[in-house]
């Protein structure tokens, strides 16, 4: 199963644990988009031409995924949630969780599923546990709802 991971880009680090969270589930990151990233928070540096082409990549990520993890953090953004438009347009499954979780209307829509905080000790799982679930559920075979 591939998932494509949508995220702050302000929240590198909360973006990489949740990757390596779906690697050792066995589960396909469809694009590790941290590093670029990471670069463009620089703008000086990066051009028009080198922007166009990571949107285009992240989209064609999105669109070859077979579910999308919006992870929400709290910090300003809008990247993730154009993800998860283009995601639920084509009826690829979402799951959303953190703590801005409920943050966009579109959250509420049918082919979403939001993740409630559950009662586990570590605060990342605390927030996105569930959504780890959800997607290993997904993988097995077994169905997200």
């Known amino acids: 199963m591939k998932v494509y991971l949508a995220a702050s880009s302000h929240n590198l680090d909360e973006a990489r644990w949740a990757m390596a969270q779906l690697r050792q589930r066995g589960i396909e990151v469809a694009l590790d988009w941290t590093d670029s990233a990471e670069r463009d928070l620089d703008t000086f540096g990066v051009s028009d031409d080198e922007r166009r082409d990571e949107a285009h990549a992240d989209l064609d990520a999105v669109l070859a995924s077979d579910a999308v993890w919006v992870l929400t953090s709290g910090h300003p953004t809008s990247g993730m949630w154009c993800e998860m438009g283009a995601a639920m347009a084509r009826g690829i499954p979402v799951v959303v969780s953190g703590p801005d979780r409920e943050a966009c209307i579109f959250s509420h829509h049918d082919g979403?599923?939001?993740?409630?905080?559950?009662?586990?000790?570590?605060?990342?799982l605390q927030w996105h546990g569930a959504a780890l679930d959800w997607l290993d559920a997904m993988a097995a075979g077994r169905g997200a709802r």
């Open 112 to 124: 979403v599923t939001i993740c409630d905080v559950s009662n586990v000790g570590q605060w990342r």
